[in-house]
C-alpha cells in the first residue's frame, strides 16, 4: 500500500510538471478564448468581427449557438460559420450554423467529454476569420516509465462475451470413491501407529503394524492411495478385528454440491459453467451431475467437480456458484476494472500516446467480469484497465473543468 502511494505521488508531480515552452503555449492558446460574451460564451474578436460562441445544455442535449456581430451590429444573415472540434485521438467533429431567429445554431450534439481542441472559421462579406485554441478537461499526460511504475496496464476496446448467470449455493463434499476405509487383513493386536489424524500419505506407506493371533507373525497396514488421513480408529496395544481402523480421502479433487430450486431449473443443464467461491478462494467447473436431493427435498443437485490440487479447500465448506445459464457475444465491451466514476458518469480512460483522456460511457449488460458498451467508446480505443483510479486521482487534483 505503501509503495502504491509513493507511485501516485510520483505520477501527480510528472503530469504536472511542464516546460517552460509548453506553458507559454497554453498561456496563449487560453488567451484567444478567455473573455466572455454577455450569453456567457466565449467571446472571439478579430478587426470588425466578433463571435460568441456558447455550448447549451439546459433542457437539450449539448448544441452550438453563437452570435455575430459585424461593428456592434448583429449579423442574421449571408456569412458560413464552421466549428471543428479535433478529439484526443484525431476524431473530427464538424458544426455548420443556421440562423434560428435569435442566434446561429451548430447542426449537431457536442458530445462528451467537452476536450478538443477547437477551430472556428468566419466566411463574411468576402473576408475570412479564424480562431483556434485548446479546451482540454478529463485530460492528463502521465510518462511511459511512470505509468508503468504505477503498474497502469491497458487494454484494446473490442466485442466481447456477456455471460448471463444465476447465483446457487451448497456446500464442498469428498466423493464416496475418493475416500479409501483400511482394515485388518487377519485380526490381531496393533503393536505400532505411523500416523495420526490430518497426516499426508502415498501410496504403500505404512500405517501400522499388526500381530496376527493365528501366526503370532507381524504383518503391515499399507495406505492404497494417496491422501490423507482423515479417521483413526486404533491406537499402540489394542486389538484390530473387523472394523476399519483407518480412512484416506484424496481431497485433490472436490465435489460442490449446489441447491438448485424449481423455479431455476429451467435453465440449469448438464456441462455449463460454473464460477464457485469457497472461503474467499475462486474456482471454475462444470455441472458434471444433476440428482434429485435426499429426503425428497425441494431442489434438485448440481454437482460440480472442483479441483483441490493445492489443498486450500476443504469439505464441508459453504460455497456460492455462479451458474452460466446464457452467454450472449456483444460488438463492444469493456474490463470491469478500467470503470471509475467521474462527475455524474461512469467513464473509462483512453490512452493515446503519454495522454489520458476521459470516456463517459453508456452502459449495457454486464456479467460481474465485462460490460456492454452501448455509446462513448469506439472499438478500437485503448482503455486502462489496472489502476485507473490512479488516473482519476490525477485528473481530480489537476482541477479539470467543465466551463465552455
Not at 455550448?55 to 461593428?71: C, H, K, L, N, S
Not at 472540434?85 to 446561429?104: E, I, K, N, S
Not at 491406537?235 to 480421502?249: D, H, K, T, V, Y
Not at 467508446?377 to 489502476?387: H, I, K, P, T, W
Amino acid at each position: 500500500m505503501q509503495l502504491i502511494k509513493q507511485l501516485s505521488l510520483i505520477l501527480v508531480a510528472s503530469c504536472l510538471a511542464i516546460s517552460p515552452l509548453q506553458a507559454a503555449e497554453e498561456q496563449h492558446d487560453e488567451s484567444q478564448a478567455e473573455a466572455k460574451g454577455p450569453h456567457g460564451g466565449i467571446l472571439l474578436q478579430q478587426n470588425d468581427a466578433t463571435v460568441e460562441l456558447q455550448i447549451f445544455e439546459q433542457g437539450v442535449p449539448p448544441e452550438y449557438r453563437a452570435w455575430v456581430t459585424r461593428d456592434g451590429r448583429a449579423v442574421t444573415d449571408d456569412i458560413d460559420l464552421n466549428v471543428q472540434l479535433t478529439r484526443l485521438g484525431g476524431q473530427v467533429d464538424t458544426f455548420d450554423f443556421a440562423y434560428q431567429g435569435d442566434y446561429w445554431l451548430g447542426d449537431g450534439v457536442v458530445t462528451e467529454p467537452h476536450s478538443f481542441d477547437v477551430e472556428v472559421i468566419l466566411a463574411m462579406d468576402g473576408k475570412n476569420y479564424r480562431w483556434h485554441w485548446e479546451s482540454h478537461e478529463g485530460r492528463t499526460r502521465i510518462a511511459p516509465a511512470i505509468a508503468q511504475k504505477a503498474g497502469i496496464t491497458t487494454a484494446v476496446a473490442g466485442p466481447g462475451a456477456i455471460e448471463r448467470s444465476l447465483t446457487t449455493y451448497g456446500s464442498l463434499t469428498t466423493a464416496p470413491q475418493q475416500i479409501a476405509r483400511i482394515r485388518a487383513r487377519f485380526p490381531g493386536v496393533v503393536s505400532q501407529v505411523k500416523v495420526n489424524l490430518g497426516d499426508r500419505v502415498e501410496r504403500g506407506d505404512v500405517l501400522a503394524q499388526v500381530e496376527s493371533n493365528e501366526s503370532l507373525q507381524t504383518y503391515a497396514l499399507r495406505a492404497p492411495i494417496d491422501g490423507i488421513v482423515i479417521e483413526r480408529r486404533i491406537s499402540n496395544g489394542e486389538m484390530a478385528g473387523e472394523q476399519p481402523l483407518f480412512a484416506i480421502a484424496d481431497l485433490t479433487t472436490l465435489w460442490a454440491e449446489f441447491k438448485v430450486f424449481p423455479g431455476q431449473r429451467a435453465e440449469v443443464a448438464i456441462a455449463q459453467k460454473v464460477r464457485l467461491k469457497a472461503d474467499g478462494i475462486e474456482r471454475e467447473g462444470t455441472i458434471r451431475h444433476l440428482l434429485p436431493a435426499p429426503s425428497n427435498a425441494p431442489y434438485t443437485l448440481a454437482r460440480v467437480e472442483v479441483d483441490n490440487a493445492e489443498g486450500l479447500l476443504t469439505p464441508g465448506l459453504l460455497v456460492a456458484g455462479d451458474i452460466v445459464v446464457e452467454t450472449v457475444e456483444a460488438p463492444l465491451v469493456v474490463d470491469n476494472r478500467a470503470l471509475q466514476s467521474f462527475r455524474d458518469w461512469t467513464v473509462v480512460f483512453i490512452q493515446v500516446d503519454d495522454t489520458y483522456e476521459i470516456r463517459p460511457l453508456e452502459l449495457g449488460r454486464s456479467d460481474g467480469n465485462l460490460t456492454e458498451v452501448l455509446g462513448g467508446l469506439q472499438a478500437g480505443d485503448r482503455y486502462v484497465v489496472e489502476n485507473s483510479y490512479l488516473i482519476k486521482a490525477d485528473i481530480e487534483k489537476s482541477g479539470a473543468s467543465h466551463d465552455h
